[in-house]
């Protein structure tokens, strides 16, 4: 095992240590009752709102892939792409991409390159979207100088991404010939990447960002609608500022999943304010619904995918 794989390790382990060791805060009688609260009827809202993620999930992935220069995929085959990304995820983490490209691969014929370039366009309209969302709780919230401070440092970083795309999309070839001299282990896989990058141009990468958007808007409703229920004397603002700091973890997840790293990330969001305890509880019900849903949709998934044969 090389050292930079050890340390991995270790991040995962000590995260994941400290998001069990935080669960002793909670009580059983807590947990018992927010899981009562929870009658079908919320049930069934919190799973609407998980499919109507996932179908503006498949619609990114399917434009993302048809402006990269992909044969068209039917949204069916999208849905199953998403799903089995989230099935991975619990497993893979950030591999879990990876997994999604070798399905989409060999079992419905998409380019490596294809499939890279579109994966590279939808994680940047998300995170774009995220930094644009991001400073608006924080600035809005007059709690401190700090409040003002993390909001001017997302639009910092809103700012560096896009300098740092338009450098990268400029310099392509270069940065491409360079991964291929510095990493020949993978030199195979890299090869496989487009000479040049194809740009989605401004009008698709609008239709990227409004669907990123969207997303982002449905997984705020769905912690909306558990804590209307299990705690709604949590401000929706504070919730605002939780669940931004947790969907950084869920771009760029650095446990399988993004387990106990989001769901810390969302508890730490209400430490200031005295609602760790609560915001925890609304992460792992949300957590729960999540894995679920994952699972069961995942499995379709797997089952419509390899139980045809490519056309």
């Known amino acids: 095992m090389t050292l930079g794989r050890l340390?991995?390790?270790?991040?995962v382990i000590t995260l994941l240590a400290v998001f069990f060791l935080s669960l002793r805060s909670l009580k059983v009688d807590q947990l018992a009752y927010a899981v009562q609260s929870l009658g079908p009827l919320l049930l069934a809202g919190l799973a609407l709102l998980l499919f109507a993620t996932r179908l503006f999930q498949a619609l990114l992935l399917r434009l993302s892939l048809?402006?990269?220069?992909?044969?068209?995929?039917?949204?069916?085959?999208?849905?199953?792409?998403?799903?089995?990304?989230?099935?991975?995820?619990?497993?893979?983490?950030?591999?879990?991409?990876?997994?999604?490209?070798?399905?989409?691969?060999?079992?419905?014929?998409?380019?490596?390159?294809?499939?890279?370039?579109?994966?590279?366009?939808?994680?940047?309209?998300?995170?774009?979207?995220?930094?644009?969302?991001?400073?608006?709780?924080?600035?809005?919230?007059?709690?401190?100088?700090?409040q003002a401070i993390t909001g001017w440092l997302f639009v910092a970083g809103l700012i560096m991404l896009m300098l740092a795309t338009a450098w990268l999309v400029r310099d392509w070839p270069r940065w491409r010939q360079f991964l291929l001299r510095r990493l020949p282990a993978v030199s195979p896989q890299l090869d496989a990447l487009p000479g040049q990058m194809v740009t989605p141009g401004v009008v698709g990468w609008l239709g990227y960002l409004l669907l990123s958007f969207l997303i982002v808007a449905l997984r705020f409703a769905r912690l909306c609608l558990i804590a209307a229920v299990v705690a709604?004397?949590?401000?929706?603002?504070?919730?605002?500022?939780?669940?931004?700091?947790?969907?950084?973890?869920?771009?760029?997840?650095?446990?399988?999943?993004?387990?106990?790293?989001?769901?810390?990330?969302?508890?730490?969001g209400g430490g200031l304010q005295n609602a760790f305890d609560t915001l925890l509880l609304i992460a792992l019900l949300d957590l729960a619904l999540v894995l679920l849903f994952n699972l069961a949709h995942g499995a379709i998934a797997q089952a419509r995918l390899f139980g045809s044969t490519r056309d």
């Open 7 to 11: 340390r991995k390790l270790l991040l």
């Open 66 to 146: 048809r402006k990269s220069g992909s044969p068209p995929l039917s949204l069916g085959q999208c849905l199953d792409l998403v799903a089995s990304k989230g099935l991975f995820l619990q497993v893979a983490g950030g591999g879990a991409v990876v997994a999604q490209g070798w399905i989409a691969r060999d079992r419905l014929g998409i380019r490596v390159g294809d499939f890279a370039n579109a994966a590279f366009w939808r994680i940047h309209a998300q995170l774009a979207s995220l930094l644009m969302l991001a400073p608006l709780p924080f600035l809005a919230w007059h709690g401190g100088s700090w």
């Open 232 to 268: 709604p004397e949590i401000p929706a603002l504070l919730l605002a500022k939780a669940f931004v700091l947790a969907e950084v973890t869920v771009i760029l997840p650095l446990t399988p999943g993004g387990l106990g790293v989001r769901e810390l990330a969302l508890a730490a």
